[in-house]
């Protein structure tokens, strides 16, 4: 069965500091799909960076890159030069082609708070 | 505005009650999905629908039950609501459901049960 772990509940940064958040995953596919999305007190889910299981280069959008160790199964949020407005939870997801149905499952979430 | 439509935004009701929540989903995708997002279960997956067909089936409770519309709109209905139904109602949609296709959420629905 397929499994996303986030094992931080919470996390605290400093603003303008880098911050990692962590994610493993668990699946039988050799094909799949990454992705992290922001979910801030408001309420909204906001996509942020997806990784595919062949990309051999580590996916980056602005502030926002991804560790991706295949062989570790895990698929790390890095944000680099934190801001106040990252304050949020964090989701990480897969996707794998299995019924190509394209359902996302999600990680229980990082809770992300930037201090001043 | 991500372009997914969500409605009711909030909805406050009673137990026993039947509720319905809608989606539009973005201009173009013809895929929706329905998730629930309470503070003990997270983000689960209820049920998914492609161009008017079920396509996957997650957690959902038989106690409720969605469609998609030849509009590609979506609704999502709860029966004999339960106190454990309040939670955030997400609906999504996606323009196919490979690689990376990504999920646009909309705003939500949150669901009280009293």
């Known amino acids: 069965a397929q499994k996303i772990t986030q094992t931080q509940p919470g996390m605290f940064v400093q603003e303008k500091e880098a911050v990692t958040l962590d994610c493993t995953y668990d699946?039988?596919?050799?094909?799949?799909?990454l992705f992290w999305y922001k979910q801030p007190s408001s309420g909204e889910m906001i996509f942020l960076i997806y990784?595919?299981?062949?990309?051999?280069q580590n996916a980056t959008e602005g502030r926002y890159s991804l560790n991706f160790q295949k062989a570790r199964k895990s698929a790390n949020l890095v944000i680099s030069a934190s801001q106040l407005g990252d304050s949020a939870m964090y989701f990480c997801a897969m996707r794998a082609p299995a019924g190509n149905t394209g359902k996302l499952i999600f990680g229980q979430g990082t809770t992300l708070q930037v201090k001043p | 505005d991500s372009g997914v439509t969500q409605t009711p935004k909030h909805l406050i009701t009673a137990t026993g009650q039947r509720v319905t929540l809608r989606c539009s989903p973005r201009s173009g995708d013809l895929s929706v999905y329905w998730y629930q997002q309470s503070l003990d279960q997270g983000l689960q997956f209820l049920i998914q629908y492609y161009n008017g067909e079920e396509r996957a089936k997650g957690n959902i409770l038989e106690r409720f039950s969605a469609q998609q519309f030849p509009d590609l709109h979506s609704e999502l209905n709860l029966s004999s609501l339960e106190l454990g139904d309040s939670a955030l109602y997400f609906c999504a949609s996606s323009a196919g459901t490979l690689g990376a296709n990504v999920l646009t959420f909309g705003a939500g629905s949150r669901l009280t049960v009293l």
């Open positions: 699946t039988s596919d050799q094909s799949y799909g």
């Open positions: 990784q595919g299981s062949y990309d051999e």
